[in-house]
């Protein structure tokens, strides 16, 4: 058993900063990418940033600039650093992982998702 578990979200006004982070437990062998996507009401989950195992990064134009994504290998957590939000930022954020578990299954795994909302 593999869990994602995301923390961080929350609403903010537009202008600054939050950190949303995502833990990864249970039977792991070993993590590949780590990643960040998002979904808007009405649209579809789309990719925020990709961060590999050796900390080669990608990011959505949208918020090249803004934002950064990082990992803690020895934690099993990927971070992303959000600064200079906009309204637009708002959607639900959903941590993904590539992981292999210690009974040799290679998965995609999901965390259940934090709210960011970015308003005045």
């Known amino acids: 058993q593999v869990q994602l578990v995301e923390s961080g979200g929350g609403l903010v006004q537009p202008g600054g900063s939050l950190r949303l982070s995502c833990a990864a437990s249970?039977?792991?062998?070993?993590?590949?990418?780590m990643a960040w996507y998002r979904q808007a009401p009405g649209k579809e989950r789309d990719l925020v940033a990709v961060i590999s195992s050796g900390g080669g990064t990608n990011y959505a134009d949208s918020v090249k600039g803004r934002f950064t994504i990082s990992r803690d290998n020895a934690k099993n957590t990927v971070y992303l650093q959000m600064t200079s939000l906009k309204p637009e930022d708002t959607a639900v954020y959903y941590c993904?992982?590539?992981?292999?578990?210690?009974?040799?299954?290679?998965?995609?795994?999901w965390g259940q998702g934090t709210q960011v909302t970015v308003s005045s």
């Open positions: 249970g039977s792991i062998y070993s993590i590949y990418s």
């Open positions: 993904n992982a590539d992981i292999r578990t210690t009974r040799g299954f290679r998965n995609d795994y």
